[in-house]
């Protein structure tokens, strides 16, 4: 069982900038983010492999970006320029396949969430 451990969530100001942090227990080849507003369904974010090679969803391209350590089987996101409409609670995902999917069900481990919340 891969247990992944969230941090650096809080409160920004729009236009901000927030770096979460997620330690996994094991390496894991795929480890994204998702979010999920109050109401609404949990979202792809980003994802990254254990290459490096990375995909983003276009709502935050060019704003965030998502990185790991594989040293310290931890994978970030640094989130930049950051709007109202990112306020969410955050989770870090993990599985040891290769996830092409940005379908929540298709990856295996979760974190408990963190939240963000971005004032206007």
């Known amino acids: 069982q891969v247990q992944l451990v969230e941090s650096g969530g809080g409160l920004v100001q729009a236009g901000g900038s927030l770096r979460l942090s997620c330690a996994s227990s094991?390496?894991?080849?795929?480890m994204g983010w998702f979010r999920q507003a109050p109401g609404k369904e949990r979202d792809f974010v980003a994802r990254?492999?254990?290459?490096?090679?990375?995909f983003y969803a276009d709502s935050v391209k060019g704003r965030f970006t998502i990185s790991r350590d594989n040293a310290k089987n931890t994978v970030y996101l640094q989130m930049n320029s950051m709007k109202f409409e990112d306020t969410a609670v955050y989770y870090c995902?993990?599985?040891?396949?290769?996830?092409?999917?940005?379908?929540?069900?298709?990856?295996?481990?979760w974190g408990q969430g963190t939240q963000v919340t971005v004032s206007s």
């Open positions: 990254i492999y254990l290459t490096g090679s990375t």
């Open positions: 995902a993990a599985d040891r396949g290769v996830v092409f999917s940005t379908v929540p069900a298709r990856f295996e481990y």
């Open positions: 094991e390496r894991t080849f795929t």
